[in-house]
């Protein structure tokens, strides 16, 4: 038996795939969706467009500092994501997901923003391994990004990615804990660790139950 799964299994997943990419078959229960390239997603380009300003960005060395800024960043391209998601998507969960989203990192974007207007950069020593720390955290986000297997459905596609993005953000804030020191910050970081590991949650539990196969 073993031996004979081996041998169908590749064609069991060419066929699966064809249905998923060319469905004409239209009985009830038929799941058609076209994937759509990673090039063409918009919520896609929006991450790329952060990734280029984060590699742009101008590190101060100050954990503190540089974690702001970063999370700046990455803050607007969730609401960025969750705009195209209220325009595009059709699932009232996850269109109320989008909203929260823009409220509560809007709100922290204000704070991080005013904290930089007013605060000057300190170099510690620890500096460099914050940065290192939150690059890696960037680059393994996008390509866990880039291998997610991305349809025409709007919904599906933004609760993925932004798993994703919180994951990312999840790994930057742990990281702000570990090296920096103000304190507004760090109660900011640990905020976001509780927030997002709830709404990262909240959306594998809506995957699961709205997987389109």
Not at 19 to 37: G, K, M, Q, T
Not at 159 to 170: F, T
Request: hydrophobic content about 40%; proline content about 4%; some cysteine.
């Amino acid at each position: 038996m073993k031996k004979i799964y081996r041998r169908l299994y590749p064609y069991t997943f060419l066929g699966a795939f064809f249905f998923l990419v060319s469905c004409s078959d239209h009985r009830d229960n038929a799941v058609c969706l076209e994937i759509e390239p990673h090039d063409e997603n918009v919520l896609m380009q929006i991450n790329h467009r952060m990734m280029e300003e984060m590699d742009m960005m101008q590190h101060t060395n100050d954990p503190d500092h540089d974690f702001a800024m970063m999370m700046s960043m990455h803050h607007q391209s969730a609401i960025d994501m969750s705009q195209e998601e209220l325009k595009s998507g059709d699932d009232p969960q996850m269109k109320e997901m989008a909203q929260r989203v823009i409220n509560a990192q809007q709100a922290e974007k204000a704070m991080l923003q005013q904290y930089l207007q007013s605060h000057t950069p300190v170099v510690e020593p620890d500096g460099p391994t914050f940065n290192a720390e939150s690059m890696v955290s960037m680059n393994k986000m996008m390509k866990a990004q880039d291998i997610r297997v991305l349809t025409e459905d709007s919904d599906v596609t933004y609760a993925q990615l932004l798993i994703d993005h919180h994951q990312s953000a999840l790994e930057m804030a742990t990281a702000e804990l570990d090296y920096g020191d103000d304190q507004m910050i760090r109660q900011m970081a640990s905020k976001m660790i509780e927030d997002q590991r709830k709404e990262i949650m909240e959306l594998q539990d809506w995957l699961i139950k709205n997987k389109p196969f």
